[in-house]
């Protein structure tokens, strides 16, 4: 029990620190892709849709608070997308390179629709999302999909390996 609270903390801040640091630094055309959406939608789709929330909803309130964006509108996107990407858990091969390129690709959409209404809905209007490359950022994010996907992957396979030789000891 006590390493799988190591591993959801390094997780969540690891991620997090990487969207920070690493994202903006490899924007092509002012779009980055975006990390936690597509630490969201592997471990939404891994496991299911109360996972998929509780990290949606931790890593879009650390977004909100270091962002410019309508306070909880990331939070709820976030969330929102876990709880989808959850609901299809069985429904999709996650295996499949294709099956996770279509599912970050719609997610990553629905997000930036879902950013844009927030946005029109208490500033009236959504200027910059108009003016930006923003609708780059789903292309990219799904480009970087099989890769991120596969270091997440490993990751988890390391801390269950470590997991397991701990208990052994």
């Avoid at 390493?3 to 055309?29: D, E, M, P, R, S």
Wanted: proline share 2%; aromatic share 18%; net charge positive.
């Amino acid at each position: 029990m006590k390493w799988q609270w190591h591993f959801w903390l390094l997780t969540v801040l690891g991620v997090f620190i990487l969207h920070l640091t690493v994202a903006g630094n490899i924007a092509i055309f002012q779009s980055s892709p975006n990390f936690l959406l597509l630490a969201t939608v592997f471990f939404a789709v891994r496991g299911g849709p109360v996972r998929g929330e509780i990290l949606g909803f931790i890593w879009g309130i650390l977004s909100d608070i270091s962002s410019t964006s309508i306070f909880g509108s990331q939070a709820f996107m976030y969330t929102f997308i876990g709880y989808i990407v959850g609901k299809l858990e069985r429904m999709v091969d996650e295996n499949k390179l294709s099956a996770q390129m279509v599912l970050v690709l719609v997610m990553s959409f629905l997000n930036l629709a879902g950013l844009a209404f927030f946005e029109t809905l208490f500033t009236g209007s959504a200027q910059r999302f108009k003016d930006s490359y923003g609708f780059l950022t789903p292309f990219y994010s799904t480009l970087l999909c099989p890769l991120f996907f596969w270091v997440l992957f490993k990751w988890s396979a390391l801390f269950r390996r470590t997991d397991l030789k701990v208990k052994a000891l």
